[in-house]
């Protein structure tokens, strides 16, 4: 069985984790979360990074950051994993979803606006796919209506929009190191902060409450309750696992990408055909290779090529169900605007193998079972689809 994804380890995981072990400091903000921190903010230009315990916990801390209070409204798409909105949901937001763009699943900029009300906070671009959003727009709204905002870039590390990195670009951006990211970390992620008067509260909110780094820092003479906060902080054997990763950060990102392009250079018959739709990269942005999908032509045939496919070895998975027609999301959210994309689009969408490690032997193996798949539906384009 080809599986859909094997979190990635370089080999000095171990090694590191170890190493943790003999300078009795596995907790939080040891040396290797220290270490983790400063290489994202030099990689991506950051004006301070703090790795926590999930991307979930880095979007509870912008929303915080963020004053969210009872009966704020924040706009996302509702094509997105739960965290995007549970983390505003907690503080009492309303989560006002708006439709897709087709091409890139992103949150389709030019129908923001028209969601914004006097309630309205708090716009939360999420980067599909690793694939920026149309931030250009996004933030010239925001600036209008003096909203804030919050970039999930869970899938977007090392991912860039006109050569900035993804997670720098509004207020807060958010980072996921779980095992089914590009780096990972088991469960893990970072929160990106633009502007330094955030920095100091982001810090107490993630101690608990507590002006603990301002102690270590010998700022303070003794540390104290503060604020409202949680234990956000991971623990630094995590970190450990993680910095054998960001060590090898460009190595594993080329790996991927040469996985990526091979899908799709194997992949073009298919759409030429238009048996399937393919990926959309515009130019403005660079993508890394989070994710490689495909459109089919609806929700029947998915099933029916999910199936074949698992019949044959391969482990193919679709994505999120749109959080508006959860029924959760349809009881602390509302989707403004027609459903045109969201639904349909994700009904269409099934995402291959792709991971650190996968064999180029394996990639064509899958490219080659679907064009089989494909053959088997559409007996006289055999030749075509086999050149």
Known sequence: ??????PPFTGKELEYIEETIKNNKICGDGIFTKKCNKWLEDK????????????THALEMAAILSDIKEGDEVIMPSYTFVSTADAFVGRGAKIIFVDIRPDTMNIDENLIEAAITDKTKVIVPVHYAGVACEMDKINEIAKKYNLIVVEDAAQGVMSEYKGKALGTLGEFGCYSFHETKNYSMG????????????????????????NRSRFFRGQVDKYTWVDFGSSYLPSDMN???????????????????????KYYEGLQILRDKGFIELPYVPDECKHNAHMFYIKTKDLQERTELIAYLKENGINAVF??????????????GKFVGEDRYTTKESERLLRLPLY????????QFIIDKLKEFYISQNVTNLVAITK
């Open 239 to 261: 970190a450990a696992y993680l910095w054998a990763q960001l060590e090898l950060a460009d190595k594993i990102n080329d790996d991927r990408l040469n996985c990526w392009n």
């Open 44 to 55: 991506f230009n950051a004006h301070k990074a703090l790795l926590t315990t999930s991307c």
């Open 356 to 363: 650190y490690g996968l064999s180029q032997d394996n990639v």
């Open 319 to 332: 994505h999120y169900i749109p959080l508006h027609s959860a029924p959760f999301g349809e009881k602390v």
């Open 1 to 6: 069985m080809i599986k859909f994804n094997i």
């Open 187 to 210: 469960e893990g992620g970072a929160l990106l902060i633009k502007d330094e008067k955030y920095v100091e509260r982001a810090e107490i909110i993630r101690e608990k409450g507590t």
